[in-house]
């Protein structure tokens, strides 16, 4: 079974441009979960979808959305791109019920210049 | 805002060595996760605790759950460079979103 997959692995951006990163969950996970890991720092939640819809939202600005395809894949985008956004982009993918952990891709880093 | 606190944020060891790794909460939670991280990859779930008291093992690692559903710990026997990575907890405190706590380094030296 593929597990989730994230692409690209490494993206470098210009301040002001705007970042696009993609997850496929395993198949099978409706819900996509997005993550922010900065350098030596915790898991921020970023986004929550699932079945195409956005269900939750962390302490983000706007500028960071989303959005979940009907085969359940999911993109992330970072609009105006600061260098604070430099960071590790995780994705996770999680099955029914509340005691199953959620997977996660190996990330993208995005680093912003 | 549910925060949780891990400690010790850093720890160097030398192979061979026990260690124990805390994770604390001010709310009680239904259940909790315990991941792994090395660089460069993405957390992967060791095991996920429910009971109050339960106590879980994984080959040399044991997990523990508080009795009052508000910490837990992780204690590695014998431990070995392989065991080297970002540890942590995670808890979903009811909002569907996973919460995960502020980790442990751990570095195992030969």
């Known amino acids: 079974e593929a597990g989730v997959t994230q692409s690209p692995t490494h993206l470098i951006k210009t301040r002001g441009q705007q970042a696009t990163l993609r997850c496929s969950p395993i198949s099978g996970h409706t819900s996509v979960y997005w993550y922010q890991q900065a350098l030596g720092l915790g898991l921020q939640f970023l986004l929550w979808?699932?079945?195409?819809?956005?269900?939750n939202r962390g302490n983000f600005p706007p500028r960071f959305s989303g959005r979940q395809f009907p085969n359940y894949s999911s993109e992330l985008n970072v609009n105006a791109l600061e260098l604070e956004d430099s960071a590790l982009y995780l994705c996770?993918?999680?099955?029914?019920?509340?005691?199953?952990?959620?997977?996660f891709g190996s990330g993208t880093r995005l680093t912003v210049v | 805002t549910q925060l949780l606190e891990q400690s010790p944020q850093f720890l160097s060891i030398q192979e061979g060595e026990n260690l124990t790794v805390y994770c604390n909460s001010s709310s009680v939670f239904s259940s909790l996760q315990w991941y792994r991280q090395e660089p460069g990859e993405g957390p992967v779930l060791l095991v996920t605790?429910?009971?109050?008291?339960e106590v879980k093992k994984l080959k040399r690692l044991t997990f523990q759950f508080g009795d009052a559903r508000k910490d837990s710990s992780l204690h590695i026997t014998a431990a070995q460079t392989g065991d080297t990575g970002l540890y942590l907890c995670a808890v979903n405190f009811g909002n569907e979103k996973l919460t995960f706590g502020t980790g442990t380094r751990l570095t195992i030296i030969p």
């Open positions: 996770a993918s999680r099955g029914q019920g509340e005691l199953y952990g959620y997977t």
């Open positions: 605790v429910v009971t109050g008291g």
């Open positions: 979808y699932d079945e195409g819809e956005e269900r």
